[in-house]
T-cell receptor, first 113, second 113 residues
Framework: NAGVMQNPRHLVRRRGQEARLRCSPM?????VYWYRQLPEEGLKFMVY????????ESGMPKERFSAEFPKEGPSILRIQQVVRGDSAAYFC???????????FGPGTRLLVL | DQQVKQNSPSLSVQEGRISILNCDYT??????FLWYKKYPAEGPTFLIS?????DKNEDGRFTVFLNKSAKHLSLHIVPSQPGDSAVYFC????????????FGKGTHLIIQP
């Protein structure tokens, strides 16, 4: 019974490169959420997606960040032209329809050099 | 403007005693509350939740209390065990279906042998 899976677990990028973070929700879960955690901070909501739809992206930075959850395959959080301030832990969570409890993956630690 | 506040960055409790973690919120639209436990380099693990129609929910050693008039909730762990040493996050949702969670900054619980 696999939980939420995220890869890679660690990602190093140089300034200006692109970062792609992948998330596979738990089996049977159709809702995916992305959060970012900066050092010594709580998790901050970024975006909520269902299959092929962005439901709420109120927490996403307006530029360089995008997310998708295609009909087939994992959800992708894409960060273009990364800057040092993007260094953080990025967590994905999933939930089934009609349930408010979100279950989290292990996270991707992004380091921008 | 922090809508969910955990005012104690850390808490030290002796093994076998009760641990009480506190959380305050300001948004009166929140109607679902969750506690997560997090170890370093791992994702948050769901512990227990409570809906605003209740004032108490219990699951084994974990009990969550909700005081809506004070906009305050607490997590009680009894008896505390060494494996409970972790960072505990309080989170809240406005409900009405799935929603992005708003997190506090966390409390680092240390269980002393």
């Amino acid at each position: 019974n696999a939980g939420v899976m995220q890869n890679p677990r660690h990602l190093v990028r140089r300034r200006g490169q692109e970062a792609r973070l992948r998330c596979s929700p738990m089996k049977g879960h159709s809702h995916v959420y992305w959060y970012r955690q900066l050092p010594e901070e709580g998790l901050k909501f970024m975006v909520y997606l269902q299959k092929e739809n962005i439901i709420d992206e109120s927490g996403m930075p307006k530029e360089r960040f995008s997310a998708e959850f295609p009909k087939e395959g994992p959800s992708i959080l894409r960060i273009q032209q990364v800057v040092r301030g993007d260094s953080a832990a990025y967590f994905c969570a999933s939930s089934p329809v009609g349930q408010e409890t979100q279950y989290f993956g292990p996270g991707t630690r992004l380091l921008v050099l | 403007d922090q809508q969910v506040k955990q005012n104690s960055p850390s808490l030290s409790v002796q093994e076998g005693r009760i641990s009480i973690l506190n959380c305050d919120y300001t948004n009166s639209m929140f109607d679902y509350f969750l506690w997560y436990k997090k170890y370093p380099a791992e994702g948050p693990t769901f512990l227990i939740s409570i809906s605003s129609i209740k004032d108490k929910n219990e699951d084994g050693r974990f009990t969550v209390f909700l005081n809506k008039s004070a906009k305050h909730l607490s997590l009680h762990i009894v008896p505390s065990q060494p494996g409970d040493s972790a960072v505990y996050f309080c989170a809240a949702s406005e409900g009405g279906g799935a929603d992005g969670l708003t997190f506090g900054k966390g409390t680092h619980l240390i269980i002393q042998p």
